[in-house]
């Protein structure tokens, strides 16, 4: 019913900058909040950082300063900005969306495929 594509993971340099996007589709009725998160091999998947449909942000403290969570309502997309990138910041990365189907008086969470960021030293 929903689907969520994710772009613009890479391999970067450490100092370097990548920016992910997140479209989603399908029958949306409404989006709450949505988010990135990410996962390193032999870790359990973190949060990255949030944002709500007001744009309240909140992001873990080890991005903070360093990357910019923004959304486009309109195109139901969320962007993530990363710069000064570190090679701690190697992971898959993945969207989520809190989502209230048509036809629905609930949300339910849905998940990007994931892209892979790599930050080499």
Known sequence: ???LVESGGGLVQAGGSLRLSCAASGSIFRINAMGW???APGNQRELVATITNGGSTNYVDSVKGRFTI???NAKNTVYLQMNSL???DTAVYY???VVRVSGNYYYTDYWGQGTQVTVSS
Do not use: L
């Open 1 to 3: 019913q929903v689907q």
């Open 37 to 39: 998160y990410r996962q």
């Open 70 to 72: 923004s959304r486009d």
């Open 86 to 88: 570190k090679p701690e």
């Open 95 to 97: 969207c989520k969306a």
